[in-house]
């Protein structure tokens, strides 16, 4: 099973890089792009070809900082495999442990050392300034990060909103792909290794 779905992840992944292909192909004849509304989330000082999105592997959620579980380091092999062939140049984590042994099976297959540059609980212009400072237009970006920073992310390259990423989820891919005018980015969300399992349901609140 974690072998299809990395398979299926690998599929999204090169879907969206076709797309992006064919945006550049176009953008010869493409007008200029409008001027963008206030407030609207697009960041077009950020040029990447593709930005891979992900959280870190499994751990053990009372003592984070102790580093990836047997199922969190698997997931780090299911990474490698689900983008083998992604043609990731750039990889972004923070300084714990947890995000860098999620990266570090891909960055030994690729020969890329991680950028461990972006601390935990960085704000979102920071996190992104640091990533728009150290990459080229041509660049396939991976990202591990943590939880918190998905819905952000994902709000500030697409406009669009997301949930909150439960505690139990860790199976996660976004790809972003510019779009043909350059100002904003598509998404593909897709799953990758082994599911995760569905997140705990609230309470139901019962009369007093």
């Not at 398979?7 to 064919?22: D, E, G, H, M, S």
């Not at 969190?72 to 714990?96: N, Q």
Request: glycine residues 8%; positive net charge; proline residues 8%.
């Amino acid at each position: 099973m974690s072998s299809r779905r990395s398979t299926i992840a690998t599929f999204l992944l090169c879907l969206a890089l076709f797309t992006t292909a064919c945006n550049v192909a176009g953008q010869a004849s493409t007008p200029a792009p409008p001027s963008v509304p206030a407030g609207q989330a697009v960041l077009p000082t950020i040029k990447a070809r593709t930005i891979i999105l992900v959280r870190h592997g499994e751990v053990d959620l009372k003592n984070k900082d102790a580093g990836l579980t047997p199922e969190g380091l698997r997931r780090a092999e299911d990474l490698a495999v689900a983008l083998k062939d992604a043609g990731v140049t750039k990889i972004f984590t923070s300084e714990k442990l947890r995000t860098q042994q999620t990266a570090e099976a891909l960055a030994k297959q690729l020969k890329i050392a991680g950028d461990p540059g972006i601390p935990q609980m960085s704000k979102m212009p920071e996190i992104l300034g640091y990533i728009r400072d150290h990459i080229g237009k041509d660049d396939v970006v991976l990202i591990v990060y943590h939880s918190y920073s998905i819905p952000g992310m994902v709000k500030a390259l697409t406009g669009m909103a997301e949930g909150p990423v439960a505690d139990e989820t860790f199976d996660n891919l976004f790809v972003f792909t510019p779009d043909a005018t350059g100002t904003r980015y598509r998404l593909v969300h897709g799953r990758y290794g082994a599911p995760s399992p569905a997140p705990a349901a609230a309470p139901v609140k019962t009369a007093p």
